[in-house]
């Protein structure tokens, strides 16, 4: 019975990724532009491919390595049959494809749009959107079928040994973060350092094929935008579906449950459940994108957002149909639907923080914009004050999230803890099925960030360009609600792992009298992670500190290659006699390779501190430090998160709004000092920003696939 | 016998206050200087002391009434004798009290400083270092004075309800917090719109009188850098001081401590240890005083280091007395002085942490320097990630701090949680004994900063501007050492204080039955504040997200009011005629006027968030989320000031790094991008970044003070 609900998510998965290929078949059959925009485009696909490839080389092996000693040291020891290790070379695997497909089409989709755009606002805005669809309908589909299918394969090793499944989401986390972090760097050092040279020093438009940055900035587009925040975003789905699983095992084994509820769950439900709110997530955002057609005229964001709140409604129409599916008219039933009903509602109200943020339609961005008035320093402190402005309300909803779901199922359970958090997992799993329709909106924004490149680099017609740009300040805000979506995804599914992290410990110490008197326990006492404890105390701290160190790295090599890329550019516009009159061609090839350098020795450090804090701190200060380290990086992390992307969208759509005429136009002091401001936000939204969430999420993965060697062998308790 | 102690106490705060009186009368002896320097120095005089009696009769009233209502439901509730109300007032009333003398001395001192620059650098620095005396033997000294008479008068009272001695806390840091945010945005206001025009815009160097809000500037560093770091550093010592007497109440009342530790403190010796503490740190500090001597020639930094470790090594010194006295040659005695130890290493770490980051002596300053070469963007780039990567050692320094001195004390009693706690609050209170030399070093900050001004206004002749420039930034690197000297005592004092909340909450409901149903706890067991209770995460969060938030409405104070600044010195410069050409006087007083106002109308929005946020968290959610907030705050809260202070201090020197002549120097691109760099970190590091420190310790204090209201009267539980 249950491998039949099994199937059905492997069949939903099915689904998402034929209707990718549909839609890829649709973009790929537009027309392409003239030779010059196709010439442009090859040049930033071949880019791209040749980075990503380049990149995988090196992750590769590293990945190759942990396997193998994930299977030596874990799978041999515990007795799994190979599940961790497979679930990680799985994991991993995806991850990398979900990234390389989004990637290709998104390259592929940039220069159809351009040519759409000359059509008009709505064809444009289609297109964009069907080929944010193929990536989104891709990472949802490829994340819900390498899950499903290892649960069909290992359902009876989990249920004995719930944190086997972490292998999967230590495969994904890692290898999300490796794209995350080097896709970023590439992408802000090419941004970064061609806006400094071309728009500041030698007053060139963006995208101006004089500059010599430019291709390596449109290769960064896709390698950060794109393959980057898709590996993120599967990463996201993949892990939040693990920890609904793990805690659904570990529900299934609570012998505490009341009997009304442990009659339902019989059959594997509760590890099926969130497999199937997958399935609801992409059917309904498959029919909510049928809602963006081209005879749209104007208003893209507010057309996005119906095409959101539809898919929404529908998701949770099937979600109805599946709780009954598996739970009957049972008041638990009911329950857990109420909850996921809570995880669509997180969706649309972080997207509308992130909009009220971030667009220039509302008062924040028009106060960065006012603030460039009186120079770089006052843009800067009021994008600043903004982002951090923002993470009141954004903890608002997670706050509110936490609670009403917790206590949906605390309630309904007759005071059942452990239900309660997995209440408040199945609001995550609600909120990460709309992964398609999301990744639509989002993917939607570096392809026309892309289109409007070609339309510049291309010398198209004029009228193009105001269609492209305005769909581009929408992109910002919509890449920003993805990362507040990611984050909060982050920030709740931590809760459910720690859930499993602490149960895991404290069934491996009760079933030793050896661990037992290790962990200075009586019997039937458990390890209690105690904010009176110091070794736990000072786990927060450590975890407190990871996500602001772990930045420093980020923003630093974006820093120091821009720096690279400011003067390589200065010395090509000295050096190469006709560059700024168009005779003669830029050396893109050399800002290519500076890009490509960097982000592949710059990933080293931040990789490490990400994977060898937790392992440290596990073996020497023990589970309590490393409990309080999980938590402790997503209370400090969320709202660094939340600061970093918000300001930094906001930023750039306060230059935006003053490129539209406002203060003066361009080619003002204000306008001077909000592409300041835009360029010190590109590092924050780009690089660090969404990085925070990967890092969140290996932390919580790697402690996971860890924690019963780490109760073993830890130094001090 | 203890009477005997805490009047030891008393005559060691007397000893301090006496030596300032010293120091003051020896400063008031020197050379004011010429006519034009007494005349800048009394208008600036009259500005602070204006600003500061325009405060006090707002936050007056607002004391007044808190008071009561302290009195009124605490005080007649628990039976405390007006134990809370009165503690409230002292608190208060030495924290006005101790910002308003610190204030005092430092404007009389700074012209005296511009004079004695005239005859070196080592008459100068001598000057402005006993001026700074007078300010931290003040603040010490009715610190220590107002704790010791509160424990002399109340002592019966504290040992049967250890939190009456809140009050004291909580007076102290509300007040101090009024005062750190509104002088950090009035002294930013003046100096970013100040710095914007003068120097970015008119070219005209700092502190130039031509510009009009150069006056409202000067004021501005005494109201912010002197007042209120003196209310702040103040309230720091204080509020350590009661963490540490409420807990060795709580190990005078544990059952549970080993007889042989149990015979060594019948009497009040843990309360009075921490007393006598502070009387070391005050005769450590007046000796390694000494050493700073006016034939000094050269490296200001490395002489005051010097000070500062004899102050240290003497105050170690007199703590083995201390001991001895108390404890004999008891192991828990020799367990306590270790820990003593461990405190005074800590000032000296983070000092040295401090000195790194933001010394142009070293790489991360020379880094900043170096990205200016590119622009302002990238300066601000290298600036905020060096001020990310400070969180790091400083996180080092602090673990290390917690394991080691927390393992003491639970080793040294047989594994006692409750005197590990209170060894790492010994620890804490030794780091804040040397609040005097500390403050010496500081305040010297802004007394150079000021002389800086006057040397410039008075049209001195050249090589004055050199050694005033060189002390002045010296200057910025002491006062990021304070600024990460109170932060880490706050992350210190907050566990102790966490202790003392929980112990209250927990003591409360045992003993009542009806708490005990009301919190679903049955006999003998207590209320756990475990990382797996979801009120607890709800509470971490919404404590983590507080120092973001609040920060954001210092910045963005500092950003309006600095708008309006620039505008209104634009208006001057283009209606005054000859104002640039010094013929005609600018208009000082409506740029005093400017942030006059708004540090007194952006103080409410701020102080409000901190002061209701944790009453409506402990109301509604109850002592298990409010306990999660104590903790939240402190883990991001940490870091977020340790980035703030650190990149502040980092720009400000990078620019004074590039004015020695590095990269081509003043009036180059490259300067007016330090320039830039500068502007923004100064509402980061003399603003928003000090004022977390007090935010910390009003939502400590806060919640002390009203637990027991809490948790009789908490909504949820």
Sequence with gaps: MSLDYGLIA????????VYASILLLNVRAQDKGNPRMVEIADAVRQGASAFLNREYKVIGPVAAVIAILIYVFIDMRIGSNGAVAVGFIVGAALSAIAGYVGMATTVRTSSRTAQAARKGLGSALTLAFRGG???????????????????????????????????????????????????????KAADVGADIVGKTEAGIPEDDPRNPAVIADNVGDNVGDCAGMGADVYESFVVTSIAVIILGALVMGDKSIPSSIASLITKNELLVYPLLLGVAGILGSILGGFYIRKSIKKNPMGELNIALIISAVIAIIIDFAATYLLFGTSNFGYALFASAIVG????????????????YKYKPVKFIAEASQTSAATNFLAGFSTGLQSTAPSAVVLVLAIIISYYIGYTVSGSNALIGVYSTSIATMAELSLTGIIMSIDAFGPITDNANGIVEMAGLESGVREVTDELDAVGNTTKATTKAFAVMSAA??????????QSTVNNQIQASTSLMAKYHLVAG????????DPLVIVGLFIGGLLPFYFSSFLIQAVGRA?????????????????????????????????????????????????VITPLLVGFVLGPL??????????????????????????????????????????????????????TVGDPFKDTAGPAINSLIKVLNTISIVFVTTIVLFALLV
């Design 10 to 17: 492997v069949a939903g998965a099915l689904i998402g990724l």
């Design 625 to 678: 430090a490393l409990g309080g380290l999980l938590i402790g990086s997503v209370v400090s992390g969320v709202f660094l998160a939340f600061l970093m992307t918000n300001a930094g969208a906001a930023w750039d759509n306060a230059k935006k709004y003053i490129e539209l005429g406002n203060y003066g136009g361009k080619k003002t002091p204000v306008h001077a000092a909000a592409v300041m401001g835009d």
């Design 344 to 359: 669509v509602i997180v969706v649309i109200a972080i997207e509308r923080v992130a909009d009220y943020f971030t667009s």
């Design 525 to 532: 006492q458990s390890l209690s992670f105690t904010l009176t």
């Design 562 to 610: 821009a720096f690279k890329m400011v003067n390589e550019v200065r010395r090509q516009f000295k050096e190469i006699p006709g560059i700024m009159e168009g005779k003669a061609k830029p050396d893109y090839a050399k800002c290519v390779d500076i890009s490509t350098t960097a982000a592949l020795r710059e990933l080293a450090a931040p990789a490490l501190v990400a």
């Design 133 to 187: 669809g193929v990536m989104g309908m891709v990472v949802i589909g490829f994340g819900l079928l390498g899950v499903s299918l290892f649960y069909l394969a290992y359902q009876n090793v989990i249920i004995s040994n719930p944190v086997v499944i972490a292998g999967l989401g230590f495969g994904a986390s890692l290898i999300a973060m490796f794209m995350r972090v080097s896709g970023g760097i590439y992408t």
């Design 492 to 501: 709740l599914a931590a809760i459910s792992i720690f859930e499993a992290f």
